[in-house]
């Protein structure tokens, strides 16, 4: 198969193994969440757009849970989701950065902020956001014109924020907004953007060309790294890569870059699947989706450092390697072969 642009290297799961792909889940999120459609309070002409409110049961701690899903009759191309706590100070640039790119680019995407919690003005930054840009008040005027039954010229696009009632981790609300999202191909991204958005088109493009999932890679090109981390969390990084290669025999240069892209199916499939709900996240879902049979590629990505990431390797990385013996006794009960649900739009 040609990839075009990129570089990438492409996995599938091992050949003895024999694991059927499952039906995908129902669009169900972990947890009370309260989701919100940002602008809607600001343009009350937009009433007319009717939401089905579902109840459903808590995957993981029998608690329930609600979500909102438009009655639009299809999702949009691409979902964008951003797990945020306490991102006020960098919120604004990043949501300016994603709505920027997906109106230079064309895309028909939802943007979905997920607050994990924060005890900061997290959330309302993000409705200042939605009622004072522009942009974003155009979004919510497609969505208006599309409810009238005006000609879709413009492609609607949402940005919704969905709310934790307390803080849960980050692999928690990674999970509730991918299982909220309703696009074809669903992304997930750091708030910081230390990958820029602009390189999801490159895992974009992996999915259109026949990826089930493309994951960005900051080590297959180390060169498309503009600001390295300093050389102890390069140390600790590598160590704990390396680590996670021999225990759960995953074959990827990279499983922590925050830049990572699903088919609608595979992610409807990995993420209701997911239990854990902190740092050590990623390497379930990966070796979830190679259970399953779902090929993988490995895109090289451009990022840059941001000293202000709130990991602590020592403390944090004790804890991932604490999930990574879970992720291996789920694996011994057959918690990863359940039957899933299939997903509504």
């Known amino acids: 198969m040609n990839l075009g642009l990129f570089s990438s290297i492409a996995w599938r799961k091992d050949p003895g193994c024999g694991w059927s792909k499952p039906t995908p889940p129902c669009a169900i999120y972990d947890g009370l969440s309260r989701t919100l459609r940002l602008g809607l309070r600001h343009y ?111 492609r609607p696009v ?64 180390s060169g498309r790294q503009t600001q390295r981390q300093p050389i102890y969390r390069q140390f600790f990084g590598r160590c704990f890569n390396g680590v996670t290669r021999a225990i759960m025999r995953l074959p990827f240069a990279d499983t922590q870059c925050g830049l990572k892209a699903f088919s609608r199916h595979a992610a409807q499939t990995v993420f209701q699947l997911q239990t854990i709900k902190h740092w050590g996240f990623d390497p379930e879902i990966l070796f979830i989706a190679l259970k399953h049979g779902f090929w993988v590629i490995e895109v090289p990505v451009a990022w840059a450092h941001d000293e202000r990431t709130r990991m602590s390797y020592l403390k944090d990385g004790i804890k991932m390697l604490q999930e990574l013996a879970i992720i291996r006794w789920n694996a011994l009960r057959g918690r990863y072969d359940r039957p899933v649900e299939a997903a509504k739009r």
Not at 120 to 149: C, H, M, N, W, Y
Not at 182 to 190: A, I, K, M, P, Y
């Open 44 to 154: 009350p002409e937009a009433a007319g757009l009717r939401h089905r409110i579902r109840r459903g049961q808590d995957l993981n701690e029998g608690g329930e849970h609600v979500a909102v899903e438009s009655t639009k009759k299809s999702g949009p191309k691409y979902s964008i989701v951003i797990p945020a706590y306490n991102e006020s100070a960098r919120l604004p640039r990043t949501l300016a950065s994603v709505v920027s790119c997906i109106q230079a680019r064309g895309w028909d995407a939802e943007i979905i902020v997920v607050n994990d919690g924060s005890t900061d003005a997290t959330a309302e930054v993000v409705q200042k956001f939605a009622s004072s840009t522009p942009a974003v008040r155009t979004i919510q005027e497609r969505l208006i014109d599309a409810a009238t039954g005006m000609p879709d010229e413009l």
């Open 158 to 221: 949402e940005l919704r924020l969905l709310d934790n009632l307390r803080n849960r981790g980050k692999g928690y609300s990674v999970r509730a907004g991918m299982l909220a999202a309703r696009g074809e191909v669903v992304l997930f991204t750091d708030a910081d953007l230390s990958a820029p958005i602009e390189e999801a088109e490159r895992l974009f493009d992996a999915i259109r060309q026949g990826a089930d999932i493309a994951i960005g890679s900051r080590w297959l090109e």
